[in-house]
T-cell receptor, first 112, second 114 residues
């Protein structure tokens, strides 16, 4: 069955370190998205991609970057982790012309 | 910009009670509307959706009707179960250059007591 996976599921890191969160989908979807989930804010879009070599900033992109070198993967990098980036991160994907997004199980990141 | 407002939680009900979770939206054009559910420790799953005015989405006993005149998409269920305990998110689609970006409400935590 097609799926979307994230790794690691839990990560503890220190302020200033670079961290990369992985997202892999086997749906063969063109669109991929990264969100962060914080109490009182719902999910907020960090970055998104329409396809290979395409990336775009969302509403809370400062301090994050993504790259899309193939259809299946969209890794999220925190260049220099900050305590404000402690959150739960969700990856999602969707087909180009279909509007349902499929979500991964999430990564809980703690920045000390 | 587009936005979604949900009723604040948490909401606690007894089993077999009637559930309503309010959702209103602000949007230009005619977005699609969604309810997603998040069970403890899991990612979000699509519960139901509606793509145009007066459409009713339904799934697992839950229903929501796209009301353009009141810009609402309230979630209802006639008789809730303990297994319905979860966080519910209302969302709308914001089409950007052919891709669908979702705008989420803040979520409503629902707890059902036996």
């Amino acid at each position: 069955d097609a799926e979307i996976t994230q790794s690691p599921r839990h990560k503890i890191t220190e302020t200033g370190r670079q961290v990369t969160l992985a997202c892999h989908q086997t749906w063969n979807h063109n669109n991929m998205f990264w969100y962060r989930q914080d109490l009182g804010h719902g999910l907020r879009l960090i970055h998104y991609s329409y396809g290979v070599q395409d990336t775009n900033k969302g509403e809370v992109s400062d301090g994050y970057s993504v790259s899309r070198s193939n259809t299946e993967d969209l890794p999220l990098t925190l260049e220099s982790a900050a305590s404000s980036q402690t959150s739960v991160y969700f990856c999602a994907s969707s087909e180009q012309s279909y509007n349902e997004q499929f979500f991964g199980p999430g990564t809980r990141l703690t920045v000390l | 910009g587009n936005s979604v407002t949900q009723m604040e939680g948490p909401v606690t009900l007894s089993e077999e009670a009637f559930l309503t979770i309010n959702c209103t939206y602000t949007a230009t054009g005619y977005p699609s509307l969604f309810w997603y559910v998040q069970y403890p420790g899991e990612g979000l799953q699509l519960l139901l959706k509606a793509t145009k005015a007066d459409d009713k989405g339904s799934n697992k006993g839950f229903e929501a009707t796209y009301r353009k005149e009141t810009t609402s998409f309230h979630l209802e269920k006639g008789s809730v179960q303990v297994s319905d305990s979860a966080v519910y998110f209302c969302a709308l689609s914001d089409r950007i250059q052919g891709a669908q970006k979702l705008v989420f409400g803040q979520g409503t935590r629902l707890t059902i007591n036996p």
